[in-house]
């Protein structure tokens, strides 16, 4: 990570931290930097956000700093930021920039930037343009004809949906589903892309107003969306958060379906279909042990990274594998997708529910869960009161404990001012105590 960018993009609270000043000037470095890659080529970039207030304020420097560094500029809307890397590449695009702070509160914003193709920045390119942040503008500036042009695109949404469709051609006839859209970017495309694929759908939270993204809603809110699974007798329930590059599950019953049981129902799809590469699937050291014992007794190997999608990415594409996710619902497809994509994952979900004639529930009981509790600690600084010696002996002392039974993971967020305390153990009760007293000493630094 860099003095800006974290392990997703940039991000703020949005006009303090994140300022239009800062948009304008981040974008209109990562302008010049890939001018300076593409040779003769003018750079050409697509805008896409979600649809919090300040993502109005924030799309407008946006497309002042590109323009004024000479970028023509293809305004997409709002749309989930997966869409946003499909468009980077089926527009041609140099750069994708996404405006979405994705399950965060509605006064955060950030910004997400995709090279050619659809793919996050590779960490040199960052450091490029962080360079170029810092140093300002070094040459002239373009003038006259040299300023760039801004468009919109009004099939962005449309060669989206044909996309997934084609990636997930299942027919979902006879399955009922809600669809919890977060009041976010899937707020105008989920419904219709599952109703279009077959399903039965009851759309939710898909009236956005600027101020309530995510808002007791999404998949950091399942409850009430298992209410409504359960009100209206569905098959099962889908959640997205604010930018739907995530998707959580409710079964008929109401009980939530969390990311390694979807990424493990995927992963046995793949394998029975023999199209999972090496039968090996990608996760991160956030995933359940129950995972790791599900996939070792389907014979799959487990590839576990740090957390964070974008090493889950990395390591898809080091070794050319097929799938990958995170428990909080994030899951790649590297046959149809350059980054995780909720809508996707939530169409072969439901291909898997309807193509097994089983129910959602049953393909997800291949995972026993061990109890697991996370605490968020705001800290005022996550480096410094991770790697504290108190912190350290208080973990280690957990892992004592714990043994072969179960485990601890401590780690600064990717994105906020919070240290995050998991544990696992064989009771709730034990993983309750651990974690509750390793969260007080993180307190006390």
Known sequence: MGKHFGTDGVRGLANVELTPELALALVSAAARVLASHGGARRPFAVVGRDPRLSGEMLEAAVVAGLTSAGADVKLLGVLPTPAIAFLTQEYDADLGVVLSASHNSMPDNGIKLFARGGVKLPDDIEAEIEAELDRGWSRPRPVGAEVGRVTLAFDGAERYMRHLLAAAPQSLTGL?????????????????????????????????????????????????????????????????????????????????????????ICAQELKLAGELVDDTVVATVMSNLGFHHAMRDAGIKVLTTGVGDRYVLEALNEHRLSLGGEQSGHVIFTDAATTGDGLLTALRLMSSVVT??????????????????????????????????????????????????????????????????????????????????????????
């Open 176 to 264: 009922s589903v809600v669809v919890d859209c977060a009041h976010g970017a899937a707020s105008y495309v989920a419904g219709e892309l599952y109703a279009r694929a077959g399903a039965k759908v009851v759309t939710v939270a898909a009236e956005p107003d600027g101020l309530n993204i995510n808002d007791g809603v999404g998949s950091t809110h399942v409850e009430a969306l298992a209410a409504l699974v359960l009100e209206h007798g569905a098959d099962l329930g889908i959640a997205h958060d604010g930018d739907a590059d995530r998707c959580l599950a409710v079964d008929a019953d109401g009980v939530v379906v969390d990311g390694d049981q979807i990424l493990a």
């Open 356 to 445: 097994s004639g089983r129910t959602l529930a049953e393909l997800a009981a291949v995972v026993t869960r061990l109890p697991q509790v996370l605490v968020n600690v705001t800290v005022s600084d996550k480096s410094r009161v991770a790697s504290a010696a108190e912190v350290v002996t208080a973990v280690a002392e957990a892992e004592a404990e714990l043994g072969d039974e179960g485990r601890i993971l401590l780690r600064p967020s990717g994105t906020e001012q919070l240290v995050r305390v998991m544990v696992e153990a064989l009771t709730q009760q034990h993983a309750d105590a651990v974690a509750t007293r390793v969260a007080a000493v993180v307190r006390t630094v």
